[in-house]
């Protein structure tokens, strides 16, 4: 429709001709898992022309005919919207259209002598500002659906920008808006995003509608090409696949369609073994609107709960009322199943602004999780008298990230009871959840005796990395930063640990989300796996072969 | 000069349950359940104001309210009794979203 749309980009040099273009892989991070194959679509930002200028009859006829359009369309979608999310979002949209906080002062500003498209403009980004800049990450949350609001009734006024998603296609972007996503047919498509992360609206939608989705992706420089292969499950994208590629794609694509109809089936059944013993599968949580879309009757609890969500993009730390509100519902949610939530482990990967060191020279080895909430106890009290509070509504544990040494975990011990006692002399309902490590810093793994500790949970990600002196994040060393006999020996002494001590001994990192450590994991001994959402039927079904 | 007492009019207040207060959800429930009747309705979180149009999404979200807010209603209007019967009904159902 308009020419903007796929720009090429300047191939490399030499590489004028089409046919001559190699074929080029990019990784990033699965944000939703499958695989697609098609053709390649570019979504960029359009440049909206604007809008001649005539009598303020006809500009109110003009934003009245626009607002009707895009009524009509978000009314097609939310008939079609089959979840909660979409139909929330939807809903909100709609309701705005109809508010005469919004049309008033629009057709005022049109009868002032403003052409519609200024005048819309100018009342929704007033709007949009107020969302933007407000405290609370929920208002700032619903900016993006604002503007997509703005852009729609922009659209049908201005028009040029309406470029609807061919269905089936691999959709290329920096970022998409949730109604964008809604209404595209995706068919068999995937989506590709630049900016974007694994728990934003988008990929949550993404999940519950089985949409392939990579974000993360470094499009800045691809050549032009035709078709591409999508794997978001390893997190690649292959542009200008040659034969041998596409053939390996479509063979892993029938195995994967093949095995998730099988694991489907497992969902709703608990996870035993084919000996019959039980495996607890429980699930990683990092923002609560994650639960919205999953059934607790599928999930043996809430093995990770990441507090550091709260902390992100915020100018202040967010207070125990908050905190609390946040837990009680997660703890409800899980109607009695434990829920495991982790003290904030800021610092190394996960910088918080105000709070973790700003110039360490190795943040990964440096002041980071329980070493920097036991120099900031001001703010892990705060955390702990919230938890506290919401352990009175489920089975809350409270679990301490990076422990190394006994103390450090001993110490949060008499915070903890020192928050509840806190709590309860001021006539506030709390109690003493039980308080767990997680068990990722080598030293920790291999004298677990040595720690007052009511559970552990194996933080693989950082073990691993910690165990192999070799970074996650370093393609080039993937071979190394994989689990060898070192790293199995060691899950197999903690697990052997935790059967004589009687304590419970989870893993809750990454590997036991990828059914294909699922057997050596339980040969190791484990018997409580805390997996991302989405893996939960794959790694019950990896449960039941084992 | 002696209208105003004609109108009928009705208060009353309860308060919010719903774990993340009068959010996108909720909020878009009371508007539409407040549009249904004619009468002029508005809430406040204290009984002196400030008062917010219950009919409008813009407004009802930028209130803000947060959970364990007891929200007073306000109607004027034929049904005022009515509708603030209703929203109230509404709000102690936690907007319908409680399983």
């Not at chain 1, 009322?321 to 949610?333: D, F, N």
């Amino acid at each position: 429709m308009n020419k903007g749309d796929n720009t090429p980009l300047p191939a490399g040099e030499g590489l004028g001709v089409r046919e001559a273009t190699t074929m080029l892989r990019l990784v990033g991070t699965p944000a939703s898992p499958g695989l697609a194959c098609g053709p390649i679509f570019r979504l960029d930002p359009v440049e909206r022309g604007a809008r001649g200028l005539a009598s303020s009859g006809e500009e109110r006829e003009a934003i009245a005919a626009a607002m009707e359009s895009a009524q009509r369309a978000l009314a097609e979608l939310s008939a079609r919207a089959a979840d909660e999310e979409a139909a929330a979002i939807l809903a909100f949209q709609l309701a705005l259209l109809e508010d005469e906080e919004i049309t008033g002062p629009t057709c005022a500003s049109i009868d002032a002598g403003a052409p519609a498209d200024s005048a819309w403009r100018q009342v929704m980004d007033a709007l949009i500002g107020d969302y933007e800049t407000a405290e609370d990450p929920y208002f700032r949350g619903r900016a993006a659906d604002l503007r997509d609001l703005r852009d729609r009734v922009l659209d049908a006024l201005v028009g040029g920008a309406e470029h609807s998603i061919p269905p089936g296609a691999i959709v290329l972007a920096e970022d998409l808006a949730p109604s964008r996503f809604l209404a595209a047919d995706w068919g068999d498509g995937g989506l590709v995003l630049q900016r974007g992360g694994t728990t934003g609206h988008v990929a949550i939608l993404a999940r519950s509608r089985g949409v392939p989705m990579l974000v993360g992706v470094d499009l800045s420089s691809i050549a032009p090409c035709d078709e591409a292969l999508l794997d978001a499950h390893e997190g690649s994208l292959v542009l200008g696949p040659d034969a041998p590629s596409r053939h390996d794609f479509e063979r892993r694509r029938a195995l994967h369609a093949e095995r998730a109809r099988a694991d489907a089936l497992h969902l709703d059944a608990e996870a035993s073994m084919a000996n019959g013993e039980r495996v607890q599968v429980l699930i990683n949580v990092a923002r609560p609107e994650e639960l919205s879309g999953i059934d607790p009757e599928h999930v043996d609890g809430i093995g990770l709960v990441r507090t550091e969500f709260l902390f992100h993009a915020r100018d202040q730390l967010p207070d125990e009322e908050e905190q609390y509100r946040v837990y009680r519902y997660i703890a409800k949610w899980a109607a009695g199943r434990p829920v495991t939530i982790r003290t904030l482990d800021a610092g190394g990967d996960k910088p918080i602004p105000g709070f973790t060191r700003a110039e360490e020279s190795n943040p990964f080895l440096g002041v980071r999780g329980v070493r920097l909430s036991l120099r900031r106890p001001e703010v892990l009290m705060v955390q702990l008298r919230a938890l506290a509070r919401a352990a009175v509504h489920g089975n809350v544990k409270v679990m301490v990230p990076m422990v190394t040494l006994p103390d450090e975990l001993a110490q949060c011990r008499v915070l903890l009871a020192q928050a509840v006692r806190e709590l309860l002399a001021s006539g506030v309902q709390a109690a003493l959840p039980p308080l767990g490590m997680m068990v990722e810093v080598p030293a920790a793994a291999l004298s677990m005796e040595a720690f007052d500790a009511d559970f552990y949970s194996i933080g693989s990600n950082d073990l691993l990395q910690y165990l192999m002196a070799a970074s996650r994040d370093e393609p080039e060393l993937a071979a190394l930063a994989s689990p060898g006999p070192a790293f199995w020996r060691l899950l197999r002494e903690m697990a052997q640990h935790g059967r004589s001590a009687r304590r419970e001994v989870s893993l809750c990192g990454d590997l036991a989300s990828d059914a294909r450590y699922v057997p050596q994991l339980l040969r190791c001994g484990l018997r409580a796996l805390s997996v991302a959402p989405a893996s939960l039927a794959s790694v019950k079904a990896a449960v039941r072969r084992s | 000069m002696d209208a105003a007492p004609m109108t009928p009019s009705a208060t009353g207040s309860v308060r919010i349950e719903h774990e993340i207060g009068l959010h996108a959800r909720p909020s878009v429930k009371l508007t539409q359940l407040a549009k249904t009747f004619d009468s002029k309705i508005e809430f406040a979180a204290s009984p002196e104001g400030p008062w917010v149009d219950a009919k409008s999404i813009v407004k009802v979200m930028g209130s803000k309210t947060p959970q364990g807010t007891v929200l007073h209603f306000r109607a004027h209007g034929q049904d005022a009794t009515a509708a603030v019967q209703a929203l109230i009904a509404l709000v102690e159902r936690d907007f319908e979203l409680a399983s």
